[in-house]
Structure formats: structure tokens, C-alpha cells
């Protein structure tokens, strides 16, 4: 009879139990096998929005010329993923050979902007910052050269800041941006023609 008792209270004790948090428990399950799922959806929804960014991408590129650029441009605006980022710079490419700098510089501070990798935000600065010198844009070239830290980039940053120096004829700032550069790459052999023009038009 005690284990019978015994077995009973068993029984109405688990009933109790999923009397008083049955609910709780089949929210949990529900919401455990919910997020599994929706876990799996997510991931194949980021899949296929690759996966369609990536054709389209595709189809853009083996377009793309400087007479048709409007698909490339909406994709850019309406598109978060590294593509958007790729077409943007071939977009600048094509403009800075239309010579088209106002539409290159847009187009490069779309991917200084969108881009989650620092070196292509170092690339796309130091290609705005040479744009915005070719505009007469100086204050605003030196503001962008600012945000290039990375040290690969120094000489290329120094470089710039030397050419943008020559050009509002701020001579000896020109003279110490070259050397600063030639000290972070010694084989730039465009830069030690740059400082020697320099040394003659100082000493001419």
C-alpha cells in the first residue's frame, strides 16, 4: 500500500508540476524550435540575398560603361552588401576617366561610407582625397586624408598631402609631406622626382 501511496503522490505531484508550469514549458519548447527555425530561415535568407546580389552584380560589371551607368548607381543606393561597395568603385573608375571628378568623388564617398573593411576605406579615401585635389577642393582633401590611419597607406597619404601643398604653393609644407613620404617608402621613385623638382624650383 506505501508504494502504491508512494506512487500516487508521484503521479499527482507531476501533475501539479505541469498543472503549474505546463504553459511556461510548451512556450519554451515552442519558442526553442521557433528559433531554430527561424535561425535556419535567416541564414538561408542571407544566402539568397547574396546569392541575387552577387548575379546581379555580375550582369552590372559586363555592362557597365560610362553611357550606362543608371542600373550600377541604384544598385549602389538600394544595396548593403560588399557588392554595392565594388560596383561603387568601378562607378568611380569609369567617372575619373570621363573625367567626370564631381560624379568619381560621389561615388568614392559611397564606398568610404558603405565599406566594413578598413583598408577599402583607406583606398577609397585616398582616391577621394587625390579627386578633391584635382577639383581645388584642398581643405577638404587634407580633412579626408585624416581618416586614412592605417601605416600601409602613410607614403600615399604623405604623397597627396605634398601634392596638395605644391598646388596652393605652400612650398616647404610641399617639401616636408614629400620627404615624410619618401621616409615611409624609399623606392618611390614618382615622389624623389617630385622632392627634386622641388629642391630646383626652390634653389631656381
Not at 559586363?62 to 538600394?78: C, H, I, K, M, P
Amino acid at each position: 500500500m506505501e508504494q502504491f501511496e508512494t506512487e500516487e503522490q508521484q503521479v499527482e505531484a507531476i501533475k501539479r508540476f505541469w498543472k503549474e508550469n505546463g504553459l511556461a514549458i510548451g512556450i519554451g519548447v515552442v519558442l526553442g524550435i521557433g528559433g531554430l527555425y527561424g535561425w535556419r530561415y535567416y541564414n538561408d535568407t542571407q544566402i539568397a540575398a547574396q546569392e541575387a546580389a552577387s548575379k546581379s552584380y555580375s550582369t552590372m560589371i559586363s555592362s557597365l560603361s560610362a553611357e550606362n551607368t543608371a542600373q550600377a548607381e541604384a544598385f549602389v543606393e538600394n544595396n548593403d552588401t560588399g557588392y554595392s561597395v565594388l560596383t561603387a568603385l568601378q562607378l568611380a573608375k569609369l567617372a575619373v576617366e570621363s573625367d567626370d571628378l564631381s560624379a568619381a568623388a560621389k561615388h568614392l564617398k559611397q564606398v568610404a561610407n558603405k565599406a566594413s573593411d578598413e583598408a577599402i576605406k583607406s583606398v577609397a579615401n585616398v582616391r577621394l582625397a587625390r579627386v578633391q585635389n584635382a577639383l581645388n577642393e584642398y581643405d577638404a582633401a587634407l580633412a579626408t586624408l585624416t581618416l586614412v590611419t592605417q601605416d600601409s597607406f602613410k607614403a600615399q597619404v604623405a604623397e597627396i598631402q605634398g601634392d596638395i601643398y605644391l598646388n596652393q604653393q605652400k612650398i616647404e609644407q610641399a617639401k616636408e609631406a614629400y620627404t615624410e613620404s619618401l621616409n615611409a617608402d624609399a623606392n618611390n621613385q614618382l615622389v624623389k622626382m617630385k622632392l627634386d623638382n622641388l629642391a630646383v624650383a626652390i634653389n631656381g
